[in-house]
């Protein structure tokens, strides 16, 4: 199975909480997991990825948790702001070239001032 | 991570015409990956760019409708075809880095807004 599962589709934040997105996967071959964010009128950026040889990983405000059993991996944003208002896409890939990503559907997050 | 330059930003053509899109890197990649994203949607692959080679369509793809050029290791082009006002989409070209021996995430260039009326 290819397929990425993500929630919430939507997520309204105030300014300072936690904005949590979380995704699931079925094919065990995937072993990198970025998320990207992306804003109105330009392509995704990464934001953040995570291997499976670790649990977790933290830049600044944004953490990766993942979990290899489950096979799901979550997004969190600390002390969420207003410039932090975007969609997030989790994706999933395997280390092969000549594979291609496999994109969630997208959260749409909006913090409120 | 390589810098992916894409034109144009935006685009309003008239239905039955075309439009190229032009994606230049600032380093040469084997690989360039062309992507739709219909509004408010996630993105969907197109095709595989290879140099010296056709590009590989995904499923839903053809080439007479979405012709892919490949001239050289840092530039490729899209072009859609016939249009449609089902085609007015943000159109992505996106290549894939390395973390040192390990490939890691795509890079994507910001985007061709296409406008179809």
């Known amino acids: 199975q290819q397929q990425v599962k993500q929630s919430p589709q939507s997520l309204i934040v105030q300014k300072g909480g936690i904005s949590i997105i979380n995704c699931a996967y079925e094919n065990t071959a995937f072993d990198y997991f970025p998320w990207y964010q992306q804003f109105p009128g330009k392509g995704p950026a990464l934001l953040i990825a995570i291997r499976p040889d670790v649990s977790e990983k933290k830049e600044g405000r944004f953490t990766i948790s993942f979990n290899k059993s489950a096979k799901q991996f979550s997004l969190h944003i600390m002390d969420s702001q207003p410039g932090d208002s975007a969609t997030y896409f989790c994706?999933?890939?395997?280390?092969?070239?000549?594979?291609?990503?496999?994109f969630g559907p997208g959260t749409r997050l909006s913090v409120l001032p | 991570s390589a810098v992916i330059s894409q034109k144009p930003s935006r685009d309003i053509c008239q239905r039955g015409t075309s439009l190229t899109i032009q994606c230049q890197v600032d380093?040469?990649?084997?690989?360039m990956f062309w992507y739709r994203q219909q509004p408010g949607q996630s993105l969907t692959l197109i095709a595989t760019?290879?140099?010296?080679?056709?590009?590989?369509?995904e499923s839903g793809f053809v080439i007479d409708k979405f012709p892919i050029s490949r001239p050289n290791l840092t530039f490729s082009t899209l072009t859609v075809s016939n249009l449609s006002p089902e085609d007015s989409s943000i159109y992505l070209c996106?290549?894939?880095?390395?973390?040192?021996?390990?490939?890691?995430?795509?890079?994507f260039g910001s985007g061709t807004r296409l406008t179809v009326v």
């Open positions: 760019a290879n140099q010296g080679s056709e590009a590989t369509y």
């Open positions: 996106s290549v894939r880095s390395r973390d040192g021996r390990l490939l890691s995430g795509y890079t």
């Open positions: 380093s040469q990649v084997t690989m």
């Open positions: 994706a999933a890939m395997g280390d092969n070239y000549g594979q291609n990503f496999v």
